[in-house]
């Protein structure tokens, strides 16, 4: 499968949202699925405790989903996907300039004001 950037997976998932709904009600659809997708992989999880062995492809599908809503959601705000990754890419690199470091994460604050 070729390359697949955030722009694109939004515009082919956009073809499966349901567009009779008004755009508070895809907002609702949106937040209330994301939910619940957190809730199966949650699922997932909690099974393991019953014995059953983790399934990585059952995680991506849920993972999937999630990003399915995600973009839905950016949608009713005419967000780009690919807009959020970028911000969030450089609000990681404002907080953690070297990589990972527990002492910036607990002092937040103290580090990174604007993060």
């Known amino acids: 499968m070729a390359e ?5 997976y939004q515009r082919l998932a956009r073809r499966t949202q349901n567009n009779e709904l008004k755009t508070i009600e895809k907002r609702y659809h949106a937040l209330h699925g994301l ?3 957190v809730g199966e992989i949650h699922g997932i999880y909690q099974k393991v405790y019953q014995g059953h062995i ?3 492809k059952d995680f991506m ?3 999937g989903d999630l990003l399915w809503f995600l973009a839905e959601l950016c949608d009713t705000y005419n967000i780009q996907l690919e807009d959020v ?10 907080r953690y300039p070297d ?16 993060c």
């Open 99 to 114: 990589g990972f470091s527990v002492a910036r994460s607990v002092d937040r604050a103290v580090y990174c004001k604007d």
């Open 61 to 63: 599908k849920e993972l």
């Open 85 to 94: 990754a970028r911000m969030n890419i450089k609000k990681l690199e404002n």
């Open 35 to 37: 939910s619940a997708e």
């Open 4 to 8: 697949l950037t955030f722009s694109e």
């Open 54 to 56: 983790f399934n990585p």
